[in-house]
């Protein structure tokens, strides 16, 4: 459920002052910040667990699995299956 007003009201910034210094520090919009954030999480769980993929991006707030794998794709380079095969960490 994580999103920009959260931030906003938890941070207690106004949108353009949210924008402004997550900007500055990591050269992302609130937006894109969200989706790093998420998609760091989802590759996260692709290694510590055995959760299945549909299973990861609705728990990291994705609901369109398309847009889950073409963000995750070019954050990360591979597909998330990939990705899980070359970072996989048994417990």
């Known amino acids: 459920n994580l999103n920009a ?3 906003e009201q ?6 353009m002052q949210l ?9 992302m919009t609130p937006a894109e ?3 790093h ?3 760091k999480h989802a590759a996260r769980l692709l290694t510590t667990t055995q959760l299945t993929v549909s299973e990861i991006f609705y728990r990291t707030g994705f609901n369109n699995q398309s847009y889950f ?11 998330p ?8 960490v048994q417990a």
């Open 33 to 35: 910040f969200i989706r």
């Open 37 to 39: 954030v998420r998609l």
């Open 69 to 79: 794998f073409r963000e995750f794709k070019k954050q990360y380079h591979c597909a």
């Open 19 to 27: 924008y402004r210094k997550l900007k500055t520090l990591s050269s």
């Open 81 to 88: 299956n990939e990705y899980r095969s070359q970072h996989y």
């Open 5 to 7: 007003s959260m931030l």
């Open 10 to 15: 938890a941070l207690a910034l106004s949108k």
